[in-house]
């Protein structure tokens, strides 16, 4: 697996290494601080407040999405708040004039020109909670079976699941899907995408230093940082970031980093967005560039190896315990979701067009859904998953 870690990494180490060549005259272009910190006439020029709230509002959206006494319109609300709205537990969540769902599937790169497909998308997670309130809530305190709603317990007295007739849960669904429509689409497909760095007078301005009104930093500075929140919005320090602080993309890149098939991949990403982001400091947009298409790269194979891990562990327990495979699998499910807003490097594609993810959610959903699905199901789709991402299943698996 080795061998094939290197086939998906080594455009981050030719990147990186000429990111710091010299420019014929024996001086470095770009140099890279050791943390993620940037300043300006001793004031940080770092600012991604706006990802952070957002992250924080997700949070309280799907556990929402859990408390059975919830109405769909208080859960619509906390995902489509408005300012001053009294949604959230946090005051400062409710005085913010951001919302969750403005941001899904709103990316410059993949849904400026296409519009139908950005609001067909929100109205998948509008779906997931009007079910969640009026299909799973009533029947709370039923024992779910093929074709019913209801509560299923994981062996040993473990958790209590509460699933769809077809052995969904919609909250599990939601938050992987957002890793996906939120956090990974507004990462590589905006605020990374050269249409948003570079609008306007972006670079003239960062050429000349020019400011924000009222802000230490320039516009395409902040641009960058807003990436960069969407992963390290949560932590306590992003200049020492530890990552797992978020049921979103931080956890997952914690759970890939710890796969010692994929080990590396957590500095690989925060080493680019340092770099990226001294890059433009310095005016060299092409290292930045450079360093954009590793974090798109290395960013998209996160939800792909933890949806091949899901349907592994789901398959294992089917018939054994089924209520841990169908958690795994509705987490499978919302993983699948999430790679259509994936990125190949250096294109403007996903790995796996709408379409592709569709057909496997379809397939997933067949007849009585979980309920149903064979280990030949599960082991062809993670299969065609992981080629396309450039792994193997049993890499992902373990």
């Not at 769909?72 to 005051?91: W, Y």
């Amino acid at each position: 697996m080795k061998k094939v870690l290197l086939s998906l990494f080594v455009v981050s180490a030719i990147f990186q290494s000429c990111s710091s060549d010299d420019d014929g005259n024996g001086e470095t272009k770009v140099t890279a601080p050791s943390t993620y910190q940037f300043t300006r006439e001793g004031n940080s020029t770092v600012s991604y407040s706006g990802q952070t709230t957002r992250i924080l509002m997700a949070e309280e959206v799907v556990a929402a999405l859990k408390v059975e006494t919830n109405t769909e319109a208080t859960i619509d609300g906390m995902f489509a708040h408005v300012e001053n709205a009294n949604d959230f537990s946090d005051a400062d969540l409710n005085a913010s004039d951001k919302s969750v769902r403005s941001k899904v599937a709103a990316s410059t790169d993949y849904f400026s020109a296409n519009t139908t497909e950005a609001n067909e998308i929100k109205a998948d997670f509008d779906t997931w909670i009007e079910e969640q309130v009026n299909d799973v809530f009533p029947s709370w305190s039923v024992t779910a079976q093929a074709g019913v709603a209801g509560a299923l317990q994981q062996a040993g007295g473990g958790t209590v699941r509460y699933i769809n007739a077809k052995g969904l849960e919609y909250n599990q669904a939601f938050a992987k899907g957002l890793i996906g429509g939120l956090m990974i689409d507004q990462i590589v497909n905006n605020y990374l995408s050269s249409a948003v760095l570079d609008a306007g007078t972006n670079v003239e301005d960062n050429d000349s230093a020019v400011l924000e009104e009222g802000k230490s930093y320039t516009t395409m500075e902040h641009k960058w940082d807003e990436a960069f929140g969407y992963l390290y919005g949560a932590e306590a320090d992003a200049t020492n970031p530890v990552l797992d602080v978020d049921q979103f993309l931080s956890e997952y890149l914690d759970r890939v980093e710890a796969d010692e098939d994929f080990a590396g991949i957590a500095s690989t990403i925060y080493d680019a967005f340092k770099l990226g982001r001294a890059a433009i400091v310095a005016g060299e947009y092409d290292v930045r560039d450079a360093q954009a298409e590793i974090i798109k790269g290395n960013i998209s194979v996160i939800p792909a190896v933890r949806a091949v891990y899901y349907l592994q562990s789901g398959k294992n327990k089917l018939g054994v315990d089924d209520a841990s495979a169908f958690h795994a699998l509705s987490e499978a499910y919302g993983f699948i979701y999430s790679l259509q807003f994936t990125r190949k490097p250096n294109t403007t594609v996903p790995y796996l067009t709408k379409t592709e993810v569709d057909a496997y959610l379809a397939q997933l959903m067949e007849d009585n859904g979980f309920w149903d699905v064979t280990a030949d199901t599960l082991d062809t789709m993670s299969d065609e998953i992981s080629e396309a991402f450039g792994f193997t299943t049993e890499a992902a698996a373990n």
